[in-house]
Structure formats: C-alpha cells, structure tokens
C-alpha cells in the first residue's frame, strides 16, 4: 500500500494548523497544504490527487476542505465532486470550521437522551437552536430536521433565521423548521418566548463568548429535558453551563458544555479521516460525520 496522503485543501490564506494536527494524529503520512483555494483554482489541484495514483491505490490519497467560510468551502467541495468521474475519485471530507463534527457530537449527545431518529416519537420533539445561523448551529438545525424533530432556529435577525431555514427545507425535503428572532438581552417575548417554553432539546452555538440565555431566559426553559452550550470562552452561552459538563445532571435536566462534546468532535475528526482512507469513495459532510460517530 502506498504512502496515506492527505491533501488539506484550505479556502483561507494560511491552511488550519488544527486541522493538520488532527490530521497526522488520525493517521495520514504525508500532508499537503494548501490555502487561498477557490472552486476556480482547485481543479487542478484535485486532477494531481486522481490521475496519480490508481486502482485500488486511490483510496490511500484523500483530501480534506476546510477554512473558516462555510460557504466558500462548501463551493470548493462540490466543485470537487463535479471534478471526478466513474472510478477515478478519492476521498473527500468537508469540515469548514469544525462545523460538521462539532454539530455531530453535538447531535449525538442529545441523541443519548432524547428520541431523535425515532420518526414516531421523534416527530414531535421540540429543539430550539440559537444562534442557528452560523456554521456550527446551521448544521446542528440540519441534523436535527434529519432526524425528524421540529427545529426552532433563533438569532437576532428574523430574516437570517428565515433563510437558514429555507436552505435547509432544499436539503431536508420533509424538514420540519421555523425561525425566530431572539431579542438580545431584554426578557424573551413573543415567539422565541414561546418556543423557549416548548423546547425539549435547547443547543446554543452562539459566537464564543456570548452569553444567549441568562438565569431569567432560563427559567423559561420548563419543557427542557437537555441543554447543550457549544461556546467554550466565558461568560456561558447559557448561565450555569460549564464547558466541562458532559451528561451532567441537574435536576430533571442533562447539561453538556463546549468540552463535554469536544471529546466526542476529537474522535469524530479523527475516525472520518481514517474512513477516507478505507476506500476511494468517501464523501463525508454532517450527516456522515453522524453515522461515523454513531458507530464509534
Ligand atoms: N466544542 C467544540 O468542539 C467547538 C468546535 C467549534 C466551535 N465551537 C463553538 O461553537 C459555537 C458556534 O460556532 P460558530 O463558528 O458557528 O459561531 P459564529 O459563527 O461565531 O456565531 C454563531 C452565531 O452567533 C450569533 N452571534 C454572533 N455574535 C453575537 C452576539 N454578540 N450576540 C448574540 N448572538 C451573536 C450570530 O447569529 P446572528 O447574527 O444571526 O444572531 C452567529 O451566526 C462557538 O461558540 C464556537 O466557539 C465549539
């Protein structure tokens, strides 16, 4: 078997250290690392990974996207996708930001408690996201809707919720989701009031080191039966979450914080770069990344 290598395909300037750390950790021999990638420049790229190696020696080159534009690298990927043909592919994952393995773990963790998959019993379940419109809490809305609860995405912005919602409607064709604005730090009214009652599963992935719902915001929260707080830098994402918290209970509630789910992302990077490794094939976005944590 040929040397694994790992093409890190970056869309920002400087290619993730991060990302290449968990890289050699996971298993990859040689990594080669890119930045400034564009779905305009990374055509030729791509053609060094397929027309060099073949048969079955394909499967030990695979490429990994990232960079901090979800967007942007999710261009990248799909232009990638269009790049192959027939057998002549290699592995490819799409992380930008840790977005989809931090809303893996994340998606597993309440997984452990609460009826999600379950289509009978899951249907009716309630989430509330905020902070859903960036990268980590648009995957974790997606994931949930995949797995048939009825997601509430909040942010300060209607609209952007509203848009978060209708791109995951396109993806997730029976997705059950509806968008609310959340009103900064005057006591919750309205419809994010009303969904905050309801909400069975509350997962915050505000910007790090802000603080979505205080100890007033969370006393509403009567219908909760898990919170999970993804913002590691304090003040908590929601009061009284400590980033060290995994299942932790409290009272009839299950508390995870940022590093509680870090662990679970850490092993979820890390198995799906050694899948790309197992075949030519690989392409893992959120939902693979899901199916790889289930199995671990
Ligand atoms: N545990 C882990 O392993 C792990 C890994 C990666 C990331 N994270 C954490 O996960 C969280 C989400 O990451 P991300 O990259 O998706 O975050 P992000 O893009 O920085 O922010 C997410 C959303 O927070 C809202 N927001 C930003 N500033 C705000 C403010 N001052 N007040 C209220 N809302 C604000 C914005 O929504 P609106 O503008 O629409 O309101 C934004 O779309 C972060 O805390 C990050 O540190 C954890």
Redesign the pocket.
């Known amino acids: 078997m040929p040397k694994r290598i790992l093409i890190q395909l970056d869309c920002d300037p400087q290619p993730s250290t991060f990302d290449a750390v968990v890289a050699v950790d996971a298993g990859a021999e040689v990594l080669l690392r890119h930045g400034g990638i564009t779905p305009d420049n990374v055509v030729p790229l791509v053609h060094g990974a397929m027309f060099t190696r073949g048969g079955g020696d394909l499967a030990a080159t695979a490429i990994f996207v990232g960079g901090s534009d979800v967007a942007a690298a999710e261009a990248v990927y799909r232009r990638i996708q269009q790049t192959f043909f027939g057998p002549v592919r290699v592995g490819v994952m799409l992380d930008p930001?840790?977005?989809n393995t931090?809303a893996s773990a994340a998606v597993l963790a309440a997984a452990r408690h609460l009826p999600l998959g379950d289509e009978a019993a899951g249907g009716r379940l309630k989430a509330l996201v905020l902070?859903g419109?960036?990268?980590?809490?648009q995957r974790v809305a997606r994931l949930l809707a995949r797995r048939h609860a009825h997601v509430t995405v909040a942010?300060?912005?209607e609209p952007?919720?509203a848009a978060v919602c209708e791109r995951i409607r396109s993806q997730v064709v029976d997705g059950r989701l509806h968008a609310v604005a959340?009103p900064g730090t005057a006591a919750p009214t309205g419809a994010f009031r009303e969904a905050l009652e309801q909400a069975e599963l509350i997962v915050a992935?505000?910007?790090?080191g802000?603080t979505?719902l205080d100890a007033a915001g969370r006393s509403l929260a009567r219908a909760a039966q898990v919170l999970i707080d993804?913002?590691?830098?304090p003040p908590a994402?929601i009061d009284g979450v400590i980033a060290v918290d995994k299942a932790k209970t409290d009272g009839s509630l299950v508390v995870y914080g940022?590093?509680g789910?870090?662990g679970t992302?850490m092993k979820i990077h890390r198995a799906a770069i050694a899948r790309l490794f197992e075949s030519n094939t690989a392409a893992l976005d959120a939902e693979e990344m899901l199916a790889i944590g289930e199995s671990l």
Not at 205 to 208: E, I, K, P, S, T
């Open positions: 930001a840790g977005a931090t902070g419109t960036g990268p980590v809490g942010s300060r912005s952007r919720a959340m992935a505000g910007a790090a802000v979505l993804l913002n590691a830098v994402g940022a590093l789910v870090g992302k």
